[in-house]
């Protein structure tokens, strides 16, 4: 049975404490892809040297595309293997990207939740008031010309024209 408690340190992993950064694991899947990407230049020169090894390599009797055609399998398999190693690389980008974008997103929901807390405790506190304790007065109104004040089409009988 695993445990969960971060204190329990018996199958600690070196990597543990990497993977609770995302700082620390971008460090180290940049390291990874760095080594990645020299093993890479090294399968790229030996790609070369295979294809112009096996495409020289002729036997008597053979006809001018044979050796062409027998290398062709060994070149396509090296040439999968770069574009796999391509693909991990990329991989390993996203995923310091994924990694960070966790961290981003649970403070995220955190904030989220702690301000939806707030508005809860805030509604729950201030109840809805009703109208205003001292209405507008009749007669201020009238004073001014009647420009502010909301009019139907029936007061206009009142105003005066321009």
């Not at 904030?111 to 009749?138: D, G, T, Y």
Request: hydrophobic share 30%; with cysteine.
């Amino acid at each position: 049975m695993h445990s969960h408690d971060p204190n329990h340190h018996s199958d600690h992993s070196p990597l543990r404490d990497v993977a609770q950064s995302p700082e620390a694991t971008a460090r180290y899947l940049a390291d990874v892809r760095r080594v990645l990407l020299d093993i890479g230049k090294n399968l790229q020169t030996l790609a070369v040297e295979t294809h112009i090894h096996c495409r020289d390599t002729h036997v008597e009797g053979d006809r001018f595309y044979d050796a062409w055609l027998r290398a062709k399998p060994v070149e396509r398999a090296l040439e999968n293997v770069l574009k796999n190693l391509q693909s991990v690389t990329k991989g390993l980008e996203k995923s310091a990207y994924k990694r960070r974008a966790h961290d981003e997103s649970v403070a995220d929901t955190r904030r989220k939740r702690a301000e939806k807390e707030l508005e809860r405790i805030r509604k729950k506190a201030a109840p809805l008031q009703a109208a205003p304790a001292n209405p507008p007065q009749q007669g201020a109104q009238n004073q001014n010309s009647g420009y502010d004040v909301p009019a139907s089409i029936y007061d206009l009988s009142r105003r005066e024209s321009a």
